[in-house]
């Protein structure tokens, strides 16, 4: 099984940014589908991005797309999430999160297979 540490969340007025990092150990990187998700206070964990196996492909839920850019790195076993334009609903901790398929990062029906959650970090949009 992979493991996976996230780092980077923070504090950070509206309009600012911050970027998200997750390292990725224990297995072949470039064999996984790698995610991110959020989970806000009494909220439901739900998907923000996500990256294909060779990078080629990425995936955005509506609320981050044009704001949030997904990428990875083979070098460093490292999967990144760049926020922009950040905005008080944003806040919510973090969560990494790989799998051998698409479609259980995708398809939320599929989740509770989901092979390896990191174990989130905190960002908070507030002025």
């Known amino acids: 099984q992979v493991q996976l540490v996230e780092s980077g969340g923070g504090l950070v007025q509206p309009g600012g940014s911050l970027r998200l990092s997750c390292a990725a150990s224990g297995r072949p990187f470039s064999t996984y589908v790698m995610g991110w998700f959020r989970q806000a206070p009494g909220k439901e964990r739900e998907f923000v991005a996500a990256?294909?196996?060779?990078?080629?492909?990425?995936y955005y839920a509506d609320s981050v797309k044009g704001r949030f850019t997904m990428s990875r790195d083979y070098a460093q076993n490292t999967v990144y999430l760049q926020m922009n334009s950040l905005k008080p609903e944003d806040t919510a901790v973090y969560y990494c999160?790989?799998?051998?398929?698409?479609?259980?990062?995708?398809?939320?029906?599929?989740?509770?297979?989901?092979?390896?959650w990191g174990k989130g970090t905190l960002v908070t949009v507030s002025s």
């Open positions: 999160a790989a799998d051998l398929s698409l479609d259980v990062i995708l398809d939320k029906s599929k989740r509770y297979g989901m092979e390896s």
């Open positions: 990256i294909t196996w060779s990078g080629d492909l990425t």
